[in-house]
């Protein structure tokens, strides 16, 4: 009996301390080390949890918490930081075939000899056709570090043989202005598509030139430009504003308010400037504009921005992953910071009430403010535009929708731009490209192409979406064969947010005056 008692006491002990090694311990201190149960619970939902729990828990803080994977990380950071390491092209992929679709210029793939619809059939010896051609894939082949080479086989227009080509890669610049030309003989307009590492430099570059064409009125296009990095909304609000006004601060549960005000450098400080904002201008966007309006020195125009008021800072993992962590809000001038209550939903939910076909529609969430001047502007809920541009819906239909949301415009204007690039490459200037378009009729040539790829054709809804789809079409192949800036000065002709633009400058009404108060 004491043998058998003693054996199962050494036999409790051991399944004890077993149990107490692989489970308890952490249990025991979430309960007894109040200071260290967040990071405990973190460590063991890690360790034991079925599923990686990071993007669930990260989900439940706030729309922008994110986790990113090792491998997007990279293109994430290219986005923001102006460059990357690669051979310089923009594909599309077609039938299972990477085809050239613009070519960056003086990058590797021009020095080397590549053209826009070339087919890139071998990598590196290797072919490269059929499934496993993917956007992934295609970028894993095609990036690489600078100075190293990579061998592509081509297969050029109108010839069968395979041609080879040897590209040292190198750094290809990412350009977050995509457009800076004049509207007329008076006004410059600047499309900032991100704000990035290298937007202000650009910006200013944009600007000396815009001043070589005797700009005297300045347009800044906003619109659908989510963000990037907040110190580049700064650098360019400084520009425009006299000297120690706020331009926005921020505050955080660890982070103490900093204030970030204008010094008084700008060298546009008296130019008449138009701000273009839309449902889709957020973060660093808001930023600006809000710097602007709040500070009355530019008039916004187009529809309310999205209403993002938080603060990221990304913290990496020795993995390569990283996450995406809000520490802060920001606020402008005199605006409190958006409430994220119903956050994703926030935009259908404008959509259904009529916010973006009525100024009446839109429904203010935070308390009214009062600028230098005594004009009313809304904190929370995004930038409010002064002068307010209704979506256009005139000829929509469900067959324009159809179109545009399969896919069916893109590849038409793809195949119709590689079918007829001998031709479409004799011009340099867009508006004679876009008058040769017209003539071409490629919203009947489109509508023969749909109906043979499952868009049943429809002459009346056709015939009233007629402008809208020219206009798409058209537009796609000037982009395939010209650049991004000729793209967006053709998608702005005869743009209502522009036109509004140009009204404000002729009146001479771009700097904000003082309400009249009526007695």
């Known amino acids: ?160 043989a395979v041609k080879y080509f040897t590209i040292t890669r190198g750094d290809i610049p990412q350009k977050s202005i995509t457009a800076a030309y004049m509207l007329d003989e008076n006004t410059g307009y600047i499309k900032v598509r991100s704000f990035g590492e290298t937007t202000y430099p650009e910006m200013l570059i944009a600007l000396a030139q815009l001043s070589q064409e005797g700009f005297q009125n300045l347009v800044i296009d906003l619109r659908d430009n989510t963000g990037g990095y907040m110190n580049s909304a700064v650098q360019m609000a400084n520009e425009f504003l006299p000297k120690n006004k706020l331009i926005v601060y921020m505050e955080g549960r660890k982070s103490p308010r900093q204030d970030f005000r204008s010094d008084g450098h700008g060298s546009y400080q008296k130019l008449p400037l138009c701000v273009l904002i839309n449902e889709g201008s957020a973060s660093a966007s808001e930023i600006f504009a809000g710097a602007i309006q709040d500070n009355d020195r530019g008039t916004i125009i187009g529809r309310r921005s999205f209403g993002k008021g938080l603060v990221q800072q990304q913290i990496g993992f020795p993995d390569g992953s990283m996450i995406r962590l809000t520490i802060a809000r920001y606020y402008t001038p005199p605006f409190t910071a958006g409430d994220t209550k119903d956050y994703e939903s926030d935009i259908v939910t404008r959509y259904e009430h009529g916010e973006f076909f009525s100024q009446d529609s839109i429904k203010h969430q935070g308390p009214a403010y009062h600028t230098g001047i005594g004009r009313t502007v809304y904190g929370g809920g995004g930038i409010t535009p002064d002068i307010f541009v209704p979506e256009d819906t005139l000829g929509m239909t469900s067959y324009y929708k159809q179109a545009a949301m399969s896919g069916l415009i893109l590849q038409f204007a793809f195949t119709y731009t590689d079918n007829n690039r001998p031709k479409l490459n004799t011009f340099r200037d867009m508006m004679a490209m876009s008058k040769y378009l017209v003539q ?50 053709y998608l702005n002709l005869d743009d209502p947010t522009i036109e509004r633009a140009l009204v404000v400058f002729k009146n001479h009404a771009a700097f904000p005056k003082k309400p009249v108060v009526k007695k």
């Open 440 to 489: 071409q009729n490629t919203v009947e040539k489109f509508a023969a192409y749909a109906d043979k790829n499952g868009l049943k054709r429809r002459n009346l809804m056709i015939r009233k979406s007629h402008k809208l789809l020219e206009k798409f079409i058209n537009s796609r192949i000037i982009y395939n064969i010209m650049d991004d800036e000729a793209w967006t000065a």
């Open 1 to 160: 009996m004491p043998l058998i008692m003693a054996l199962c006491v050494i036999a409790g002990i051991l399944i004890g301390t077993f149990y107490a090694n692989h489970f308890s311990g952490n249990r025991l201190n979430i309960i007894n080390s109040g200071s260290n149960r967040l990071s405990n619970l973190l460590h063991i939902i890690n360790d034991q949890y079925v599923d990686i729990a990071i993007p669930q828990i990260l989900a439940d803080l706030d729309p922008h918490s994110v986790y990113i994977s090792a491998k997007d990380a990279q293109a994430v950071a290219d986005d923001l930081k102006g460059s990357f390491s690669g051979v310089g092209i923009e594909f599309t992929i077609r039938q299972d075939t990477i085809r050239v679709q613009n070519v960056v210029k003086n990058g590797p793939a021009q020095r080397a000899g590549i053209i826009a619809g070339d087919k890139i059939v071998s990598v590196d010896g290797k072919p490269f056709v059929g499934k496993i051609v993917t956007n992934e894939e295609a970028m894993r082949r095609l990036k690489g570090p600078k100075d190293t080479k990579v061998k592509l086989g081509v297969v050029r227009y109108g010839q069968k």
